[in-house]
């Protein structure tokens, strides 16, 4: 890999993630590299004069957590910038690596160059709202991104409502559901809202797109698991009601009456530096979701 223009977001407010920040911008710019450097958070967005500043980015340091490693793909994403999510500030950690195998920052740097890396890419969502009625105006809308997913829910700010969506899969009606709104996962995010909603879980490496209701006020609505290349549909049944796209769990836009939201697979890939040695999803969910089997342990005598 070169390392000729890097650019750092840390996560705002986090001394802990701005003195990483500091440290690696000056091992780097030691190392004759061109550095930027900004916060990421949910006031704070580095990434549209990051782009605006910088072309050709070979590298993008993300030091954070989970949130703020969503919010680089959904930007970096679409100019295939390779993302290093170090986790110097957040919870759960899925889609980061944890600081204390990389104290050592020099030896970073010196296995990027020698190319002594993984990279892994993972699927990404795309949704537009537009018009039921095919107003023109409606099909330049802007797109959004999210690598976990994308979630319709209803806007009122003053009472608990029930939406009622229809689901359409490449313009079929499948089905209504009447709830507290859907989920429209990648597999990625099946360890997020999704499992939170008892949707499955999903090996990250895969291409699918789940579908997972949420709170659904029928006992037959169910998680539906697509292939990745159809288009899914949602339109709002309720005339009276405004509802809400969130993309990873920042609002994206308003949905009124008469629009839908055209969900797909967007047409790049995330991509993520990987530096951890014998990494393993599995080894992940036991670590992250805390699982521990049985309440008994029984010694597999077979296993060599």
């Not at 980015?57 to 993302?83: N, W």
């Given at each position: ?150 979630c319709i829910k209803p806007a009122s700010p003053d009472r608990m409502t029930t939406a009622a969506l229809e689901l359409e899969i490449d313009g079929e009606v499948v089905d209504q559901y009447h709830g507290d709104g859907l989920i ?15 949707g499955p879980i999903l090996h990250p490496g895969m291409e699918a797109i789940v579908i997972t209701p949420i709170c659904a006020l029928s006992l037959s609505s169910r998680t539906i698991v697509l292939p990745p290349k159809l288009v ?73």
């Amino acid at each position: 890999m070169k390392l000729r223009k890097i650019i750092i977001a840390y996560k705002a407010d986090n001394s802990i993630s701005h003195s990483w920040a500091e440290r690696c911008s000056r091992e780097l710019e030691a190392l004759g590299c061109h550095v930027l450097v900004g916060p990421s958070g949910a006031q704070d967005n580095p990434y549209p004069v990051f782009l605006e500043s910088m072309r050709d980015i070979d590298l993008a340091l993300v030091l954070g957590g989970d949130g703020s490693t969503l919010g680089a793909a959904r930007y970096l994403a679409s100019q295939s910038v390779p993302i290093l999510a170090i986790n110097t500030g957040g919870h759960l950690g899925f889609l980061t690596q944890a600081a204390e195998e990389f104290e050592d920052t020099q030896s970073v740097w010196e296995r990027l160059l020698g190319d002594r890396y993984a990279i892994e890419t993972r699927m990404m969502l795309q949704a537009r709202v537009v018009s039921m009625a095919g107003d023109s105006k409606d099909e330049s809308s802007p797109y959004f991104f999210s690598l976990n997913e994308m979630c319709i829910k209803p806007a009122s700010p003053d009472r608990m409502t029930t939406a009622a969506l229809e689901l359409e899969i490449d313009g079929e009606v499948v089905d209504q559901y009447h709830g507290d709104g859907l989920i429209v996962a990648t597999p990625t995010g099946s360890t997020s809202y999704v499992v939170a909603a008892n949707g499955p879980i999903l090996h990250p490496g895969m291409e699918a797109i789940v579908i997972t209701p949420i709170c659904a006020l029928s006992l037959s609505s169910r998680t539906i698991v697509l292939p990745p290349k159809l288009v899914v549909s949602i339109c709002i049944l309720d005339d009276d009601l405004t509802m809400k796209l969130w993309t990873d769990g920042v609002l994206a836009n308003s949905i009124l009456p008469g629009q839908r939201v055209d969900i797909a697979m967007a047409p790049h890939r995330a991509r993520f530096v990987i530096l951890r040695e014998n990494y393993s999803f599995y080894q992940a969910l036991r670590e992250k979701l805390m699982w521990s089997g049985t309440r008994l342990r029984y010694q597999n005598k077979y296993r060599s």
